[in-house]
């Protein structure tokens, strides 16, 4: 099942080319409580809700997915991980241009480490990025993410791909420079996740998926999933090592070759086989925060 967040909040279901108006199934959930578990409540509890979804589905009212505005298909992560060089022509081209990539990070994956980017960066593809600095370089880097479904700690490589719900394109957009990644890639708007969640049943090997970047009609990324480094499961069983890992947990599996410089005004499409397509336009600064404000008294 394809499961989105699109224009004011509504819930989704994509098929056959329209997204159907499942909202109701929401009362499906139980009700949030505080303090509140950590982790996305809808992802943690899919199966109840896909249940539901696909219960209303046959009398859902839907529209074209060309008029459809898509937010991120998960709304309230606990953690966005990122996993840095794990492409060989991805690192090839970081080792050739210092000037670029500087040579504050070095090794291998295992060496470096996984890092964190902030949870406020996320938004769905019909936001788009705001460039935030436009006098430095603020880079496209094209990822399957992976999206946690379970709780996860010091789980194996054999049992993790169990724990994963779905999939979904992400963008890493990033400001080269010398500061901390998770400081260069936490900028609002810098954590791009679309257009829908794809179950896990849906995808029969995550490691055998053609992935796609276009800058206004310019081929930039072009890879497979089959060229990572470290592999989906290991990333997992890694990261469940060192933290928790709770539902809607999302992971953005790293980048191949071909990042580069996006400014105001350009369309970045991405396309991940088995996924979908999403294009991401990208916007000037802005001031505002990002998403809803939350009330205060
Ligand atoms: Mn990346």
Known sequence: MKICWYDDQRLGVVDNGRV??????????????YPAAPGDLLVAHLDRLRAEAQRLLPGATSKPLDQA???SPVANPNKIIGVPVNYDDHVAEANADKATFTDRFQGSIEQQGLFLKATSSLVGPAEGVHVRFPERLTH???ELAVVIGSLAANVGEDDALNHVAGYAIALDMTVRGPEDRSMRKSVDSYSVLGPWLVTADEIADPQALDILLTVNGELRQ???TAQMIMRIRRQIAWASSFYTLYPGDIIMTGTC???GPVVPGDVVHCSIQGVGTMDVPIHAATAEPRGPVVETN
């Open 140 to 142: 496209h880097e094209l």
């Open 20 to 33: 159907h108006d499942v909202t109701a199934a929401l009362a499906a959930l139980p009700p949030a409580r």
């Open 257 to 259: 070759a071909g990042v």
């Open 69 to 71: 505005r898509f937010l």
């Open 222 to 224: 072009q890879s497979n």
